[in-house]
């Protein structure tokens, strides 16, 4: 690894440090946190909430065996998949997501890797807006910012998606593009982006029963949960999304009647489990691949990249 890579990567530890430290001292002033120390974790629950999301790693990664490119070995696709997230989380402004471009395969030019990157991001958030607007109704949320918001990008994407189309099918340097994509392989691709932010939601799920919340009454609230940091979560911002996600928590779960001192220690909890997942994994799977059989060759893509 390079030394401005090791720089970036203690600069980004850094600052998650210090947005966490002020974020403690600013909503400490406003909220109480002293619900934090009373919430009784059923760790068995906490590591199945845990597991549930790296979990979803392994099934976006299958977005690219049995999706768009099955030419890439599972190994790699997840690789590519969770480096990318567990950089995010001590990375600001989602710069992980730069670092999949150097763990495709090494035959790979640049075009194809934007493409494999781009396609699946985009994928994701029309996953995400669907599966949210979804949520609204069924969990019972009554944000109607949040709600206008969710139909807003709903529109936008049944838009985007429709432009798409027709500017694929009636341009054909376009068409040659993409040509080679527009195939079962993407539909496989959303099928399996779909289950991996399905597995997400279910993991919120485990994780509110996880802090003393009833089974079925914590249904609704991680719906609302899903939603609401989803929402908040497509601003590029801090490393690991530090205070969005928690805001967007408290947006969620305040918005069906749970007080915000509760909802922030809920969502510091939700975080922290986040963090338990996506940062180890990260880190070990980029302790494989930079030590591995094209350990050599993502040495010297790091290298001319950062």
């Not at 059923?42 to 768009?68: D, E, H, K």
């Not at 599972?74 to 763990?103: E, K, Y």
């Not at 590029?236 to 967007?248: C, F, I, N, T």
């Not at 969620?252 to 939700?270: E, H, N, Y």
Request: proline share 3%.
């Amino acid at each position: 690894m390079s030394a401005k890579t090791k720089i970036k990567l203690f600069l980004g530890s850094l600052l998650t440090v210090l947005v966490f430290y002020y974020l403690f001292r600013k909503l400490g002033r406003s909220l109480n946190l002293n619900h934090l120390l009373t919430i009784k974790i059923n760790w068995l629950l906490a590591a199945v909430s845990v597991f549930l999301q790296m979990f979803s790693n392994y099934l976006r990664a299958m977005g690219y065996t049995r999706g768009i490119d099955p030419n890439i070995n599972r190994i790699t696709a997840l690789q590519i998949v969770s480096i990318g997230h567990g950089a995010n989380m001590i990375l600001p402004l989602n710069i992980g997501d730069g670092l999949r471009f150097a763990f495709f395969p090494s035959d790979y030019n640049a075009l194809r890797r934007t493409k494999l990157v781009m396609i699946p991001a985009l994928a994701d958030f029309v996953v995400i807006i669907t599966l949210s607007l979804l949520a609204v109704p069924f969990s019972g949320f009554r944000d109607h910012r949040l709600v206008r918001i969710l139909w807003i990008l709903f529109f936008i994407c049944i838009i985007a998606i429709v432009l798409t189309l027709l500017v694929t099918y009636f341009v054909p340097r376009l068409r040659n593009y993409f040509n080679e994509f527009l195939n079962v392989g993407m539909l496989n691709m959303v099928f399996w982006v779909f289950l991996s932010w399905a597995a997400l939601l279910l993991a919120i799920w485990i994780g509110l029963v996880a802090c003393g919340f009833h089974w079925l009454p914590s249904l609704r609230l991680s719906f609302a949960v899903f939603a609401a940091t989803n929402l908040v979560n497509l601003i590029p911002s801090s490393p690991g999304a530090v205070g969005l996600y928690e805001y967007g928590v408290i947006i969620g779960l305040a918005g069906l009647g749970i007080q915000q001192s509760t909802a922030l220690s809920i969502g510091l909890v939700l975080h922290l489990f986040q963090y338990s997942a996506f940062l180890p994994m990260g880190l070990v799977l980029f302790i494989m691949a930079v030590s591995g059989k094209y350990g050599k060759t993502i040495r010297t893509m790091l290298r001319e990249r950062f």
